[in-house]
């Protein structure tokens, strides 16, 4: 009896393994040319002719909209241009908002979005190129109120409402250096230090790179005189996972950088990185 059982249980162990292995079998047959055959998206801009680049618009002096023509322009703009011009293909630029600009690389709108902050949240489910340009962040508020708020500390009091830009890098951080403070989000294309200069905002905090465009051209606007906080590093998104189209973008901006090419363009838009 104890043999024939013994028997029995072997057989079935021995059968179920053959099963396993013809389910593993059919499992590889049916998944590994889609791995294999998976068309970077370098392949597909060469293939097709044409650079698809998401960008916001709204972030001066890096991608500006004219409302007049419809076209872009801005330090990121001739990144993406050069870029386009050398791979030998055309460009177009796809309006993005900052609260979808990552999901418009996952659900590949777009091969490339022009620069945005590296964010750990960010990384979870886009790739980054390698930075070119780093930034510190500042508060901006109105001139007449910074006997008021001379100081990043001066903001943080309970009965003060920071603005911020739904989807950008700063409303996270708003979040860390305001925790007592009232955030106020507001949605594209409403922009947060538009909420300060209607009064409905004390203050934002925003690049030091845009601050110092802003102030320019809204006077009435004024950095907090209370240094730079949290240095940030600019790079283009790209798919996750592709490594090959993210290898190809990292060795351009090697050689653009060693050509001097970077350095031009940050004199030409009165940059300069930290």
């Given at each position: 009896?104890?043999?024939?059982?013994?028997?029995?249980?072997?057989?079935?162990?021995?059968?179920?393994?053959?099963?396993?292995?013809?389910?593993?079998?059919?499992?590889?047959?049916?998944?590994?040319?889609?791995?294999?055959?998976?068309?970077?998206?370098?392949?597909?801009?060469?293939?097709?002719?044409?650079?698809?680049?998401?960008?916001?618009?709204?972030?001066?002096?890096?991608?500006?909209?004219?409302?007049?023509?419809?076209?872009?322009?801005?330090?990121?703009?001739?990144?993406?241009?050069?870029?386009?011009?050398?791979?030998?293909?055309?460009?177009?630029?796809?309006?993005?908002?900052?609260?979808?600009?990552?999901?418009?690389?996952?659900?590949?709108?777009?091969?490339?979005?022009?620069?945005?902050?590296?964010?750990?949240?960010?990384?979870?489910?886009?790739?980054?190129?390698?930075?070119?340009?780093?930034?510190?962040?500042?508060?901006?508020?109105?001139?007449?109120?910074?006997?008021?708020?001379?100081?990043?500390?001066?903001?943080?009091n309970k009965g003060v409402t920071i603005a911020t830009t739904l989807g950008?890098?700063?409303?996270?951080?708003?979040?860390?250096?305001?925790?007592?403070?009232?955030?106020?989000?507001?949605?594209?294309?409403?922009?947060?230090?538009?909420?300060?200069?209607?009064?409905?905002?004390?203050?934002?905090?925003?690049?030091?790179?845009?601050?110092n465009k802003l102030v320019i051209k809204y006077p009435q606007l004024a950095?907090?005189?209370?240094?730079?906080?949290?240095?940030?590093?600019?790079?283009?998104?790209?798919?996750?996972?592709?490594?090959?189209?993210?290898?190809?973008?990292?060795?351009?901006?090697?050689?653009?950088?060693?050509?001097?090419?970077?350095?031009?363009?940050?004199?030409?838009?009165?940059?300069?990185?930290?």
């Amino acid at each position: 009896m104890t043999v024939r059982q013994d028997y029995r249980h072997n057989f079935f162990l021995n059968q179920l393994l053959v099963i396993m292995k013809k389910i593993f079998a059919l499992l590889l047959f049916v998944l590994l040319p889609f791995s294999l055959n998976a068309e970077s998206n370098l392949d597909k801009i060469k293939s097709s002719g044409v650079l698809k680049v998401g960008t916001t618009g709204d972030w001066d002096p890096m991608t500006v909209k004219d409302p007049a023509t419809n076209k872009y322009k801005g330090f990121d703009i001739d990144v993406m241009n050069e870029l386009a011009k050398d791979m030998g293909v055309k460009i177009e630029f796809v309006p993005a908002e900052w609260k979808t600009i990552v999901s418009g690389i996952t659900s590949s709108r777009y091969d490339i979005s022009t620069s945005v902050t590296k964010t750990p949240k960010r990384a979870e489910v886009a790739g980054f190129t390698d930075t070119y340009y780093k930034y510190g962040t500042v508060p901006l508020v109105l001139k007449k109120n910074l006997k008021k708020f001379p100081t990043w500390s001066s903001l943080n009091n309970k009965g003060v409402t920071i603005a911020t830009t739904l989807g950008t890098s700063q409303e996270e951080k708003a979040k860390e250096f305001f925790p007592k403070s009232k955030l106020n989000s507001v949605e594209a294309p409403a922009r947060d230090f538009q909420e300060v200069l209607a009064g409905r905002a004390d203050g934002n905090i925003t690049s030091s790179t845009e601050a110092n465009k802003l102030v320019i051209k809204y006077p009435q606007l004024a950095i907090v005189p209370d240094g730079e906080k949290n240095p940030a590093f600019l790079a283009m998104m790209v798919p996750k996972g592709d490594d090959k189209w993210n290898s190809y973008v990292n060795e351009w901006i090697k050689k653009k950088k060693s050509s001097g090419f970077f350095t031009r363009l940050l004199a030409k838009y009165n940059l300069k990185s930290l």
